[in-house]
């Protein structure tokens, strides 16, 4: 029930191409759901978040798209460019906790 | 801007050896988080404190203590380190009161235990 299920575990995506990751969910009680970006080296930091009350929220080419009755979001990157390579978790809070997904590394080829 | 300081970025310790990962924070935030980040398995939590001298059981803590003397210091102790514990450990503070604010990441210690 606390689990975050999040797919694919990697992904190679040609410069220009769209990158999508989906993650799965079943605590209905969450109620945050942010996505965090990985550089190597580096913290996770946070990229962009929804709450359940909006189908969609959009920042420059990053867009979350949720899906509350099918208790799944995904995390859309337009227009992927080399500097997106990096690994991404999606996530999940209902407390002050979060739950991670397994995490996606993604790399962008010119 | 928000920090979050390791205190180590590479550490190698020997089995059976007792080892403290620091972490600093210096954002005046009320919660600290310890993970520890494996390939495959995500980021997974091992201890949490809301306040000082408060801590909480996260989903992994067998085998770590933890102490929070001070606010902005949270460590993590390892009472008898062991090979399974090599991995890439992530502290993480989070205010209380920010509806919804991230959590800030310092840039992990990556512990070898040989």
């Known amino acids: 029930q606390q689990q975050v299920k999040q797919s694919p575990q990697s992904l190679i995506v040609q410069k220009g191409g769209i990158s999508i990751i989906n993650c799965a969910y079943e605590?209905?009680?969450?109620?945050?759901f942010p996505w965090y970006q990985q550089f190597p080296g580096k913290g996770p930091a946070l990229l962009i978040a929804?709450?359940?009350?909006?189908s969609e929220k959009k920042e420059g080419r990053f867009t979350i798209s949720f899906n509350k009755s099918a208790k799944q979001f995904s995390l859309h990157i337009m227009d992927s460019q080399p500097g997106d390579s990096a690994t991404y978790f999606c996530?999940?809070?209902?407390?002050?906790?979060?739950?991670f997904g397994t995490g996606t590394r993604l790399q962008v080829f010119p | 801007d928000v920090k979050v300081t390791q205190s180590s970025r590479y550490l190698v310790k020997r089995t059976g050896e007792k080892v403290f990962l620091e972490c600093v924070q210096d954002?005046?935030?009320?919660?600290m988080f310890w993970y520890r980040q494996d390939p495959g398995l995500g980021l997974r939590l091992i201890y949490f404190?809301?306040?000082?001298?408060?801590?909480e059981k996260g989903d992994i803590p067998e085998g770590y203590s933890v102490s929070r003397e001070k606010k902005e210091r949270f460590s993590l102790i390892l009472e008898s380190a062991s090979t399974n514990q090599t991995s890439m450990y992530l502290c993480a503070s989070w205010g209380t009161g920010e509806v919804r604010q991230p959590q800030h990441f310092g840039d992990g210690t990556r512990l070898s235990i040989l």
């Open positions: 929804i709450r359940p009350d909006v």
């Open positions: 605590n209905t009680a969450f109620d945050y």
């Open positions: 954002m005046d935030h009320e919660n």
């Open positions: 996530a999940a809070s209902y407390t002050d906790k979060l739950i």
């Open positions: 404190s809301y306040d000082v001298k408060m801590k």
